[in-house]
């Protein structure tokens, strides 16, 4: 972390990715309390940040145990201290090197995740061949439809857990389900029932492990909406939701969160008017907002992004952002006169700027490489923090 | 750049960027001709590729004159010793520390753009104060709505030219064009038709400031359908094409290339098997192929990127990549049943690879910090290059 005297937000050179950490520790600090309230822990996925800083405040209190979706992620993490990491994403034995790596660097421990017999004994082949070991966990389909063995497939998850067994280089850790489905489902109603299924499955598929004589100390579970919603754990022992230490319009759409919890925004410059088209531009276009329109599936009319004045997250009502180019944003508005486009060029002039609220907060961070920290509506940065990106671990032959 | 023994393409951690020296090479050298058939200096755009190896094929026998679209990526290219850099949006006042910072300490010449007299007078009283010199072009609308004046707007061209003239840090060098418009034109007599009004356009606003006694050095126009389809360039000085350099399946969509002559692609690993969604898992999501779907206002079925063999650009019939989360794709097949699920898994076991060809190279290449470098359909990688990304340039207060 670079710690800088406060920087007007006006000197900042645009786009520029801006972390409100007044909001973002009132969403981990609710968070932290739902876990408390559920009784299970709370492993948060750090796949929406990437940053060592958040981790710290999305911890703070717990374990320090995290989850995250790279090799970057892994490497990035381990060499800032997090050293209980579950890597969610269906391992392939061509990853295991760098994970023992890393393991051996940092004396961490990375625990993986698999839902088929074939992954299972290549991952567990090569493991063996260079004396590493792993924690694994079996990954369960509650019903997103990505990964996972259906939680009353027994066949499946006994074979899947024999073969953890008698490979010599893992040890069967528990069980793993996400609940991606939920972030199409409207209404919270919908939402709360996708949170039991989701739930129940873990726990069912648990239990048929349990019942074959196999130890399971791990029933993990997780989306931000389903953490947000559930009525009740039982049985469960961690949630990993990530996107709610930032939140975006795509949760706030769907009634997760409010706009006022959203952590996270772009800032960014006028650097044209076009009467012509009605458009003014800014040099925040396709990559620094990216093309995510998730919202928008439940909200209309939020374009690219939510248009807000630079110091806060006061929408500017009439305007949208209507088409990205690379680096070149289109911002449109409600009414197709030339007057009303004068009133827009009016209201946001050369050289103004903007803040915009990201539909999917974890494909908007991915590719800035830190975070300029302010607090809440204030107009000065206190910190710039530092974050993974891209998919490659900096140590050797990555 | 990082010389590589010989790496098979089984032993790369996925995702993972691939490049086609020899395709690259053959994309280059046809525009290189194209722009000498018409007499006219090719100064390619880099933001597809933001790489200095890719930067020193596209001007090979040429000046070594390109575009750029970031301060990462001015700042980028001058280390790497191309020192004459348009940059090629629309100028704020916020940026010109840093870029009198990249010309100082390289010898470095940036040239702005501007379609406002007030963007120019902020630019240039900015400058000012700091001692910093700059050419710059006036951006000129030719039809595609984003920035310019229109050709035809005298008084705008001239006043622009005049606070330029008087601003004392600034220095006309001519007009810039971009036809981003010919992106959505659907067949080649389209794309003509507009190549030639861009083409015209800045001609002719050339001319009106030719006419009222401005110096105009500089007739730059360019896109990559509008520079392979344009029958003729008199007038124009410079063309700056850039996503020609890899090409991808929005241009071959729409006629602009074969697929054979696509150059980037992504390598990913089959991670799982579902079953029940019919789906087969890859560690390739939103974030590595991206979510662009530009193709598909000209093609229909290409999902998020066609899907090849790993050691090549044959494709797989019949399947698509259906679904992307972060860091997963979901790949479907055509036929609704579970004999044809199950020939899709057959063909793409666990463990095994592909390689995905894009909807809009620029966007899929950008987040990545690396290109590893294949010749042809051999199943090696033989080097590993570096590129720019994200937004912000090394130097101090960046």
């Known amino acids: 972390m670079t710690q800088l ?20 520790e009132r969403n981990c600090e609710a968070m932290a309390q739902r876990a408390a309230h559920h009784g299970v822990a709370l492993r948060p996925h750090l796949k929406t940040s990437k940053s060592a800083e958040v981790a710290r405040l999305a911890t703070r209190g717990h374990s320090g145990a995290i989850t995250v979706s790279t090799l970057a992620e892994v490497d990035y ?11 969610a994403v269906g391992i392939s034995a061509g990853k295991i090197d760098a994970l023992h790596r890393i393991q051996l660097a940092h004396a961490a421990r990375v625990t993986l995740l698999a839902d088929r017999v074939e992954a299972v ?28 063995v259906a ?35 409207e209404g919270l109603d919908a939402i709360r029932a996708i949170a039991e299924t ?3 499955g873990a726990v069912q598929a648990a239990g048929r492990l349990r019942a074959a004589g196999f130890t399971v100390d791990t029933v993990s579970v997780g989306a931000t909406p389903t953490a947000v919603c559930a009525e009740r754990l039982d049985g ?24 006022e919890d959203i952590a996270l925004s772009v800032l960014a410059t006028v650097i044209g008017h076009n009467p012509r088209s009605r458009r003014v531009l800014i040099d925040a276009g ?10 928008a599936e439940f909200r209309d009319g939020l374009g690219f992004g939510l248009i807000c004045k630079a110091d806060g997250t006061t929408p500017l009502a009439g305007l949208r952002v209507a088409e990205l ?51 809440g509506t204030g107009a000065s940065v206190y910190a710039v923090w530092g974050k993974a990106h891209g998919w490659h671990a900096a140590g050797p032959g990555a």
């Open 286 to 295: 396709g990559l620094a907002l990216s093309k995510d329109e998730s919202a």
């Open 5 to 24: 005297a406060h920087t007007a937000l006006g000197e900042l050179t645009t786009p520029a990715l801006l972390l409100d950490s007044t909001v973002l």
């Open 236 to 259: 469960v022992t961690e949630m990993r939701p990530g996107v709610y230490t930032f939140f975006d319009l795509d949760q706030a759409a769907r009634g997760i969160c409010e706009i």
């Open 77 to 87: 993490f381990a060499r800032h201290g997090f050293l209980d990491l579950t890597y």
């Open 325 to 375: 180019h690379q680096e070149h944003g289109l911002i449109a508005c409600d009414g197709d006169s030339d007057g009303a486009a004068q009133a827009m060029f009016d209201a946001l002039p050369v050289g103004s700027r903007v803040r915009i609220l990201p539909h999917h907060a974890c494909m908007t961070a991915a590719p800035y490489d830190r975070y300029h920290v302010v607090r």
């Open 198 to 200: 989701e739930r129940a």
């Open 121 to 148: 004994r290549a991952a567990a082949a090569r493991a063996r061949a260079i004396g590493a070991t792993f924690r694994l966990l079996i990954e369960v389909d509650t019903g997103g439809g990505r990964g996972g």
């Open 151 to 185: 939680p009353d497939d027994e066949e499946a998850l006994l074979a899947i857990a024999a073969e953890v067994q008698r490979s010599g280089s893992l040890t069967l850790a528990g069980v793993l389900t996400h609940a991606g489905h939920s972030y199409h489902a």
